[in-house]
């Protein structure tokens, strides 16, 4: 059987980030531009939206008090990606300890779907891939922007190489 381990699904939302952070430092103006992706009013938010996820998933992987997502800054690309920091490198600890039981089961809140109850395998591989899922809308959104993402976003060009 071939698995994909939850290091090499974070190494992909981490390089993935680190494209969007190179774009929207080159073109800050996008945070500004309207967006109704995941109930939100700008693409600003809709980067609060991804890194705030993130973060709140670890802190509750890592049995730590959430954040309130009110203060996770939107308004600059360094506030933005210096959150995304914080939640990866939260989920590189919690990867790297060999006791962490991934089986077991934690109850939380979320903000939209009341109180829920999820391994924490599942609450990590959820976190990570709803990045994901949240920056192919984006890529779409700044496209019909005018502004065209340079970099391959599928999971393939994290190991191939052209011939």
Do not use: N
Not at 69 to 87: C, K, M, N, R
Not at 114 to 135: D, E, N, Q, V
């Amino acid at each position: 059987m071939v698995t994909l381990t939850g290091e090499e699904l974070l190494a992909w939302i981490d390089t993935t980030a680190q494209h969007w952070q190179k774009l929207l430092e080159a073109h800050e103006d996008l945070l500004t531009v309207s967006c109704d992706i995941a109930g939100v009013k700008s693409i600003g938010e809709l980067m609060q939206h991804i890194v705030a996820v993130q973060l709140r998933y670890a802190e509750r992987l890592a049995g730590l008090p959430e954040t309130s997502y009110e203060s996770i800054a939107y308004d600059t690309v360094p506030a933005l990606f210096a959150t995304h920091v914080q939640g990866i490198e939260m989920f590189r600890g919690l990867l790297a300890d060999p006791a962490y039981d991934w089986t077991q089961e934690l109850e939380f809140a979320t903000r939209r779907m009341g109180t829920l109850r999820a391994s924490r395998k599942t609450i990590l591989i959820h976190a990570l891939m709803h990045s994901i899922r949240h920056y192919a809308q984006l890529a779409t959104l700044v496209r019909q922007h005018g502004v065209a993402p340079d970099w391959p976003m599928d999971y393939l060009f994290m190991g191939a190489k052209r011939v």
